[in-house]
């Protein structure tokens, strides 16, 4: 079975060689309807929309930092952080009680929708999260949406 050029098992897809995204970093992959952003960090592979579910700034552009000990990505528009393994929202809060102020990271929950991400015989696969229930990025996956980007991107590119 195919699926945009991927050769599919059910929900598994392969989405190219170790080799190959270990040295890109970052790969954006078109998988059915979900565009799904692919990172390799530190050892580790993520796999998340790469539309942030803020406002749909592309993620693929974001830095990756650690906050509280949590490797998250920074989108590049509102500089929102999103857990790379999670998908949380991250924000810092401070208790006004307290007479010195001190900032802790605190979530705001799922907000990003994670995919699955495995490596076999030096090829990488990706399994797409289909949990039920909404996720906050799966708007910016929307027909709708995407119509919408598109045309706009087209006007700017005239």
Same mark, same amino acid.
């Given at each position: ?13 392969? +989405?190219?060689?170790?080799?190959? +995204?270990?040295?890109? @970093? @970052? %790969? ?7 565009? =799904?952003? %692919? +990172? ?42 999103? !857990? ?28 990003? @929708?994670?995919?699955?991400?495995? =490596?076999?015989?030096?090829? =990488? ?16 996956? !929307?027909?709708?949406? @995407? ?12």
């Amino acid at each position: 079975m195919s699926l945009d050029g991927f050769s599919a098992s059910r929900h598994t897809l392969f +989405i190219g060689k170790k080799e190959n +995204i270990i040295q890109a @970093r @970052r %790969v954006v992959k078109s998988v059915g309807e979900r565009d =799904v952003l %692919v +990172i390799y960090h530190q050892g580790d592979f993520y796999a998340i929309d790469v539309r942030c579910y803020h406002s749909g700034g592309p993620l693929q552009e974001g830095d990756i930092e650690d906050f509280d000990g949590r490797t998250c990505i920074v989108c590049p528009w509102h500089k929102y952080k999103i !857990t790379l393994a999670e998908g949380e929202g991250l924000y810092q809060a401070v208790d006004p009680s307290v007479k010195a102020l001190k900032p802790t990271w605190c979530s705001k929950g799922i907000k990003q @929708r994670v995919h699955t991400v495995t =490596v076999s015989n030096e090829d =990488v696969f990706l399994t797409l999260n289909d949990s039920p229930g909404p996720i906050d990025s799966d708007y910016y996956q !929307t027909e709708k949406y @995407r119509n919408t980007f598109l045309k706009e991107g087209q006007k700017k590119t005239k």
